[in-house]
């Protein structure tokens, strides 16, 4: 092209398109061309099904971030030949979405329907979510929601009561594949990488692949050769901080995977649920605490010794800190996961907490009442109380429930590590008290 001269439409696109991130260029025409969520958008699936039907339901798409979300909102919207508004929650205010929906209403007026998207829904407070719900309601827009977090722990009812929760997933490593071929089929050349080095590219975008596509664009600018290995490519590529908010859902999904993982005795999963939760930015001692009290909750007296490993694992890291503190949270970790298991202490006082509260402020049997008055003695205090180290093999078998109460049996030792001890010195008590309610010496 001269200097000065004017480009060529064909010219000025081609120049457009250069400057378009390789994410943006690739996005696809078709519903059918997303990938990784052909569980809404094939077959009998609800995007699909309102694809076939050109009629949408306002919703909220839930997903990570790079699965699609934004992709889908503009695909729905010309299939339902409706207008397409994108927004951030970030940049936008309710005078914003006034003024949106004003132009929504009189787009309506003339025949013409809204698709209002709104990227990051989440951010928007109680108070601003409620400026769509009339709105949304009369049909003015059909509102498409894009979430990271929890809908039902971000968005209010009222607003969820009118849109349809659709969850998308995290794109798995056959998707970031067909996204590779996509970029090298529209670069017109392959990744100068080795099959280990692909790998590598796809596990750095943890899902993402908005993330992936940027980093290929970058890798698809190096020469052919030589081909990049796993360790020219990490040279080349920052490695992604793993996907994780130690604030919101991740943080207690992962939580919940460690909890688990230990409680099913599986100590490899366990480990690694710990060492993302690390890598993630988790504080070190909201993990001790968790392990503290799976100690307690799911070993209990099945192996006394968990609990000590637990507390000990806290003070070691509270002494040693980050990263040497770290190995002692997987010490105890290894420990708590190998350790039988047993629930006997926590239900047990679950039930006593239950029969406690149904039985109401039922006083304690006059005989271990302590006697400090005279004029408790004279009433009965501590009359008839038998001092057990006087008794026969150190046990009277007195009853010590309320008078009026039957005996309870809260706790319900297993037949797994130290509780099978204890189990026996329960059965020989129970033996004992029998033989002393009969009379027998």
Not at 158 to 177: G, P
Request: with cysteine; aromatic share 8%.
């Amino acid at each position: 092209m001269r200097r000065g001269a004017e480009p060529r439409g064909d010219q000025l696109f081609s120049a457009q398109q250069v400057q378009r991130p390789l994410a943006d260029r690739l996005r696809p025409d078709r519903l059918e061309d997303v990938v990784g969520q052909d569980h809404l958008t094939q077959g009998d699936g609800p995007l699909a099904r309102m694809a076939r039907d050109r009629r949408l339901a306002s919703m909220i798409l839930w997903g990570p971030p790079g699965c699609g979300k934004t992709t889908l909102a503009g695909l729905l919207a010309g299939i339902a030949d409706l207008d397409f508004v994108a927004l951030s929650a970030v940049m936008t205010g309710v005078p914003d979405l006034r003024k949106v929906f004003a132009e929504a209403a009189a787009r309506r007026a003339s025949g013409r329907g809204t698709l209002l998207f709104m990227d990051e829904i989440h951010r928007f407070n109680r108070a601003q979510q409620d400026a769509f719900l009339p709105h949304v309601e009369s049909g003015a827009v059909t509102l498409v929601g894009a979430t990271t977090e929890n809908p039902s722990f971000e968005l209010n009812a009222a607003l969820l009561s009118r849109c349809q929760v659709l969850v998308l997933k995290r794109l798995d490593d056959a998707a970031l594949e067909t996204l590779l071929r996509r970029a090298e089929d529209a670069a017109g050349h392959a990744l100068a990488v080795d099959a280990d080095a692909r790998a590598a590219l796809r596990a750095m975008a943890d899902g993402d692949g908005r993330y992936l596509l940027n980093l290929a664009e970058e890798v698809l600018q190096v020469p052919p050769t030589p081909v990049l290995d796993t360790a020219r490519l990490a040279a080349l590529v920052q490695k992604r901080v793993p996907l994780y908010d130690k604030g919101q859902e991740g943080h207690y999904n992962l939580i919940s995977a460690l909890h688990k993982s230990l409680r099913g005795s599986d100590t490899d999963a366990a480990l690694y649920w710990l060492a993302r939760m690390l890598a993630g930015g988790e504080d070190p001692l909201f993990i001790a605490r968790r392990l503290v009290r799976f100690a307690v909750e799911d070993i209990g007296l099945a192996d006394p010794q968990a609990l000590v490993q637990a507390l000990a694992a806290k003070e070691c890291y509270d002494f040693l800190g980050t990263p040497e503190g770290e190995l002692a949270l997987a010490q105890a970790v290894i420990y708590l996961g190998t350790a039988p298991k047993s629930n006997a202490a926590y239900a047990a006082f679950g039930a006593a907490r239950r029969s406690a509260a149904e039985s109401g402020s039922l006083m304690p049997p006059m005989h271990i009442l302590n006697a400090p008055t005279r004029m408790m003695r004279d009433l009965g205090y501590g009359k008839g109380y038998a001092y057990d180290h006087d008794a026969p093999d150190g046990f009277s078998g007195q009853d010590y429930f309320p008078d009026g109460m039957a005996r309870q049996a809260f706790y319900r030792p297993v037949e797994r590590g130290f509780e099978r001890e204890i189990a026996k010195r329960l059965e020989y008590w129970a033996r004992l008290r029998a033989e002393r309610a009969r009379g027998a010496p």
